[in-house]
């Protein structure tokens, strides 16, 4: 069932219920109104029997019978007794009032019940006393009322089938032209997605939801259209960053068919420059395949505690230290994260991984942490206020860093990781090493 067909059977349904409770309600108040009026009559006769008013007995067409408790009627014509008149009667009080049928005729029927010695009044205002407990049965023909009732019924099934045809015709005009618009959003959506032209815009139009729709639509064109520009770059930028240590892996290849007539400094320096090259590569790759898995990495995140993680990266990074006899200095102070283990260690070994690169043989890199923050300082050259705003860029590289190795891609990696669990990076000078400070910042758990 499409959308529309269900606009429709909705609308349908939504009004054969108010017609169906509209004139459920309808029926009701009548059938109780003459209920009450039938009951007002024989209340007004019973009362006339007990305060000896004949006038009120001889009113109306409402008709008095006693009975004794055998059910056995003390006059010539009386309707025949039933369970509740032979109660009443027995016991000589109670009252109940009921509908009954005779034949095809519908009686509204008063039981009261009268003790041992009550007065009565029969018409013409004769008198007499009761000799045991009696029932007094007033009823009044109700057929009329009956009958009434039921062409009220059939006239309300009549006009309840004509309001419901009526609302399944104007459901199916109002869904028509209220999903008209629906329908040319459809439309142009599936053209968009037909010809993949994700440069197209939808006309928002107004504020209402059908505006919501389209400007939500354009906001999801937007980030397609900004992620595939993302994707282009980083392969451009891949094939670049990859052609230089290939060209120079080719060429040192080539030049291994003149081994023999190399010398041995020769030949060991073209194996260093290849494994060098092989090496890059490798790094390049797989920092290339760190950007590719996106801001959303798989696994559970869970509670860390950042000030032990740090302490274990930072014992990795000081083996890499001691070959330029640079001092890593660590402050620690406890606090928690939420995040994964594996991706914060990625983080955090690039900043330490970039320290020791930029920092002169004998120097010092300073490592704090508190409160979810870690600062990695170190006492090299420093970032200069016009690199800043690149530093975290794919593939940047500043003029005094492209005779480094490296990919450019570290710094890259650790502002994707820090976004993804909701934290912040940020670079400037260091007041005391005089070098880069790079202050990582992550929500405590």
């Known amino acids: 069932m499409n959308f529309r067909s269900r606009v429709i059977l909705t609308t349908a349904i939504a009004a054969a219920l108010a017609v169906v409770l509209a004139a459920s309600a309808s029926f009701v108040a009548a059938r109780n109104a003459l209920l009450h009026s039938a009951d007002a009559s024989l209340q007004n006769a019973a009362a006339g029997v007990l305060s000896g008013n004949p006038a009120l007995v001889d009113g109306g067409g409402t008709q008095v019978s006693y009975y004794i408790g055998n059910g056995e009627c003390i006059q010539t014509r009386c309707l025949p007794a039933n369970t509740a008149i032979k109660t009443i009667a027995t016991a000589g009080k109670g009252e109940k009032i009921q509908t009954i049928s005779v034949g095809s005729i519908t009686f ?34 109700f057929s009329g009322q009956v009958a009434e009732l039921h062409k009220l019924l059939g006239t309300l099934m009549i006009v309840g089938a004509g309001a419901l045809l009526i609302a399944l015709v104007l459901g199916v005009t109002l869904a028509r032209n ?60 891949a094939s670049h960053e990859l052609r230089t240590p290939l060209t120079s892996l080719r060429t040192n290849a080539s030049m291994l068919a003149y081994l023999d007539r190399m010398s041995a400094e020769d030949r060991e320096q073209i194996t260093k420059d290849m494994t060098m090259q092989v090496d890059e ?42 070959t330029k006899s640079i001092e890593i200095d660590l402050e620690t102070s406890p606090s928690l994260v939420e995040g994964r283990h594996d991706r914060l260690e990625r983080a955090i070994s ?57 990919s450019g891609l570290g710094l890259s990696i650790v502002d994707q990781v820090v976004k993804e669990f909701g934290g912040t990076i940020s670079v400037d000078r260091d007041p005391l090493l005089g070098g880069a400070r790079f202050t990582l910042r992550l929500p405590t758990a």
């Open 350 to 406: 690039n900043l330490l991984t970039n320290a020791v690169k930029f920092t002169p043989e004998g120097g010092r890199v300073r490592v704090e942490t508190y409160d979810g923050t870690v600062v990695v300082a170190d006492s090299g050259p420093g970032v200069s206020d016009d690199d800043i705003p690149h530093v975290f860029e794919r593939f940047w590289r500043s003029a005094s860093s492209r005779a480094l190795p490296g």
């Open 178 to 237: 209220a999903l008209h618009p629906l329908e040319e959003v459809t439309d142009e959506i599936e053209e968009i997605a037909t010809t993949l032209d994700i440069g197209r815009r939808l006309d928002e139009g107004g504020a209402d939801e059908l505006g919501r729709l389209r400007a939500t639509f354009n906001e999801l064109l937007d980030t397609v259209e900004a992620s595939q520009s993302l994707q282009r770059q980083l392969v451009l930028d």
């Open 281 to 322: 590569l490798a790094a390049l790759i797989g920092d290339l395949g760190e950007l590719a898995r996106g801001e959303r990495s798989e696994g559970p995140v869970v509670v860390l505690q950042l000030d032990e993680c740090v302490e274990e990266f930072v014992d990795v990074a000081r083996t890499h230290a001691r």
């Open 108 to 141: 509204r029927e008063l039981v009261v019940g009268l003790p041992l010695g009550t007065t009565l009044v029969e018409g013409q205002g004769f008198t007499f006393r009761s000799p045991t407990t009696l029932a007094a049965v007033f009823t009044e023909n």
